[in-house]
């Protein structure tokens, strides 16, 4: 058995469980030997057969897990690709590299195309790789910055939630005015039930029914209905990710916060709309008719807001750690072959002998 390692970033885990369910879908895969998921790294080590599995499968085992893997991409020109009877053997090689997804080389633009996990490969290894199929690339491949990666896929991510978390905020403070406006048209039967709340919110519930009675009244099964198409977005669009855990979770029988998320305001909705579109249904169970939209866009809200401010601390972290790697020294002073030379700091392999030249302190 040909036994492999490789490190995958995984996106999309809010919780301990949901490393749980990554990796044990990766343990049950076909080849795979071992896996450990780590949530606080966001990280997943997996060692695997090279005979019955490959990264791709690995990948694949992660999205059906409701998952995704972080991966990058890079393209390079290699020098008289279009004189080559077959782009196969180049193909071959690329793919052959630890961490390579996908390789595909254009002839007509003499490109290549190689999609990778970041941080498990280098641009040297392609290159070498490209050199053992007997091409030669035009240029140096450009070396990866995992930090600005990883920079730029926070950002995705915040711009993200920014715009789920105003959608279902927005929602939330419009359903909770219907709610009052539901509450004003039942003030009788909400005063006869022991509701503080209730109470409480009553007056405000009149006096927006009085605002909005000189624009002409507003029936409550139209509020229902209104409130029931604006929930809609919020539950498909902002809280989507969380339905779509749970169904994953159920698939590979195991729960987490999604599943707790998404059955408590799954049901709120389900219930909400029976009771907008068919209240009968409830008045013959004995189950009175009312509404809880304001309550599933809210719980949307909060948990995406704490998801919010969870990765700009993030991101707050990786700019700190990114500046102090902007001090690093971008070339090292080597001695290969008994001669000194500049190389960049990536290409550094063990064996080389390094100067590193110390400033003189100043008098």
């Known amino acids: 058995m040909s036994k492999s390692r490789i490190v995958l970033p995984i996106e999309g885990m809010s919780c301990a469980s949901c490393a749980a369910t990554v990796q044990g879908a990766l343990a049950s895969a076909a080849g795979v030997v071992t896996a450990a998921v780590n949530y606080a790294t966001g990280k997943g080590a997996v ?20 998952y995704d893997c972080g991966q990058a991409g890079v393209t390079f020109t290699v020098e008289q690709l279009h004189y080559a009877p077959s782009v196969a053997p180049l193909e071959q090689a690329l793919r052959g590299v630890p961490g390579v997804i996908r390789a595909a080389a254009n002839q007509a633009t003499e490109t290549v195309t190689v999609d990778y996990i970041p941080g498990t490969t ?14 030669r690339v035009a240029a140096p491949i450009a070396a990866e910055d995992p930090l600005e990666r990883e920079r730029l896929a926070r950002e995705r991510e915040v711009r993200a939630l920014t715009g789920k978390v105003a959608l279902a905020g927005a929602v939330t403070v419009v359903s909770m005015l219907g709610s009052m406006l539901l509450m004003a048209h039942d003030a009788d039967a909400t005063l006869q039930q022991v509701d ?32 029931a198409v604006l929930t809609l977005p919020v ?37 909400s709309l029976v009771a907008t579109f068919a209240p009968g249904a409830l008045a013959a169970a004995g189950r009175p008719p009312d509404v809880y939209y304001e309550a599933v866009s809210a719980i949307i809200a909060l948990i995406l807001l704490g998801r919010l401010l969870e990765a700009r601390a993030k991101g707050r972290t990786s700019e700190a750690i990114r500046r102090l790697a902007g001090l690093r020294p971008r070339a090292a002073h080597v001695v290969r072959d008994g001669k000194e030379t500049d190389i960049a700091v990536e290409a550094v392999v063990p064996g080389d002998l390094v100067i590193v030249l110390r400033k003189a302190p100043p008098r």
Not at 50 to 64: F, G, S
Not at 126 to 132: D, F, S
Not at 251 to 271: C, E, Q, S, W
């Open 122 to 135: 280098t641009a040297q290894a392609l290159e070498q790789a490209v050199e053992r199929a007997g091409f």
């Open 235 to 271: 539950v498909v669009w902002s809280g989507g990710q969380f339905y779509r855990g749970a169904w994953s979770g159920f698939k590979h029988r195991t729960a987490d916060m999604n599943t707790l998320i998404a059955v408590g305001t799954g049901a709120a909705y389900l219930y």
């Open 47 to 66: 060692d695997y057969d090279d005979a019955q599995t490959n990264v791709a499968e690995l990948i694949k085992t992660v999205r059906a897990a409701g």
């Open 196 to 227: 503080l709340l209730g109470r409480l919110l009553m007056p405000v519930a009149e006096r927006l029914q009085q605002a909005l009675a000189g624009r002409g009244a507003l029936h409550a099964q139209w509020i229902k209905v209104g409130l």
